[in-house]
């Protein structure tokens, strides 16, 4: 017997479903390695959820004997989740030890809103996470799913990447009627060749993509939104259009890589303006009632992820689970690492006493609690940052001049960050010694620790940076290479920058001497 709260929640989907989901899917993108300026792959999503703003980032062990090992996922609990899966926990995507990465956008069946009830596109992330290492592994699961989840739906668009270079995007879909009666269907576009894989009920055939070039013009990334080949008629193309308007910016300016997707992809504020009939009205003209409908980064944006992996073959242990709690365009990337065993309580715990106690009693974090704040925070931005599922946000609309506040103290706050990360797994590549759990957790505990209490003052330099190397290192400021057009200086392989020798000797090192 369904409990009252679900079946409310079972209503209100099928209501949605036939008036206003195509107001709110998300975004997800996955990037090659051969693609990527630093020669790794990533994905990325942005999350949108008008019903609720509440996200945490967990560590989990690894399950049973699952082959991806340990792993960490950002997620909400949902009603729904726990009906379909006895468990509430509702993932947007994660990475484990083995270094496979996963996310997705669901793609709406507004012609049968039953079918979102008991969709579990976010079950099947799950495990993955916990027993897949690598995209054939992955593939394996998706053969094979429906023989253990009859009677469930998976209607979605899944970006993954694994240690081994493999990166791709799989439409997946389980069936117009009948649920988990037969195989899934799924295409499968390989982000390094461009090679489209179909599996229809068992057979398999092969194409190449055309809408995002084939052959040498193949780029090498792929962006999602609302819309596949087995439900085309979505709404929501106008942002996957923007991201490859984006993306392909990047690319031909040798700019691709996880950094500039963070800043200028998911945290992108551009959309059509319309008035209240539905005409077109010109970008300058809103900038203080700006509608964020069609932005990447909007109203309804609750969190960005981006998974940025390791080069083929390398240690799958230096993969990074950037993640900013919060619509991304007002909040701040932290790196975590599912090497280091756990990530920074600051991530997950709701509310700390004056005792100094910590509380974990739902699905909040004091990060998201943060960004949460700082949308609505005098009502310079939003005058709200609520909403439900039916009625969608009750307020879509921003202040732009009172972003361009934010981010003059965010982006710099958030560079310095991403500038120590870089540095510090520099000197770990060129030093293995260096990569354990300790070293690992404590430099993303300090970093969460260092947005945060910045981020409380509105002050990208309210509190300094003091954490130090364990290896007694300077900070210098350079990186592992792949940033050379953004003004960063790479550290070659084989290089001495890094080297653990004295103080001393670093200081002559870094003035020539």
Known sequence: MLKPRVFLIAMMTLI?????????????????????????????????CSANWHQEIKHYPAAGTGIGGDYIIVSA?????????????????????AGFAISCTSVYEDFNPLHEIININTDLMKHALE????????????????????????????????????????????????????????RKYDANTGRVTVFNGGLISYSYTEDEGDGEDFIGFHARANCNTYIPFNYGEERRERMNYLLTGLAETGRLNYRNCMVEVAKDVYGQQL???GNVVDQEDCQDDYSTTYCISRAATRLSMLVDGVAP????????????????????????????GGVS???????????????????????????????????????????DLVAGMDDKTMDKNELANIQSWTFPLEEYIFQRCEEFLADITEHPSYLTPDNLR??????????????LQADANAYAWTYDKPWDDLWIGYTRGGFDNDYYDPIASGSTASSGDSLVDTLLALFGL
């Open 16 to 48: 949605a479903g036939m008036t206003y989901t195509h107001v709110y899917p998300c975004d997800v993108i996955v990037v090659s390695a051969k693609a990527s300026t630093t020669g790794r792959p990533f994905i990325i999503k942005n999350r949108d």
């Open 77 to 97: 609990f949902d009603d729904a989740a726990e009906f379909n899966n006895g468990d509430p926990i509702n993932p947007s995507g994660g990475v484990n030890e």
């Open 131 to 186: 027993d897949c290492a690598t995209l054939a592994d992955f593939e394996k699961l998706l053969k094979n799913f429906y023989k253990t989840h009859y009677g469930k739906v998976i209607s979605g668009n899944f970006v993954a990447i694994d240690s081994k270079g493999g990166a791709a995007l799989y439409e997946c879909f389980t069936g117009w009627i009948i649920a988990g009666a037969w195989p899934m269907d799924y």
């Open 275 to 277: 008035d209240g009939f």
């Open 313 to 340: 073959g390398n240690d799958p242990r230096l993969s990074v689970f950037w993640c900013a709690l919060g619509e991304p365009s007002v909040s701040v990337y932290i790196p975590y690492f599912v090497y280091a």
């Open 345 to 387: 309580p600051l991530a997950w715990v709701d509310d700390i006493d004056l005792d100094g106690r910590w509380y974990d009693q739902n699905d909040t974090s004091l990060l998201a609690r943060a960004a949460n704040a700082r949308e609505t925070f005098e009502g310079r931005l939003y005058e709200a940052n609520t909403g």
């Open 442 to 455: 404590n430099f993303s505990n300090y970093s969460a620790q260092y947005a945060y209490r910045n981020y």
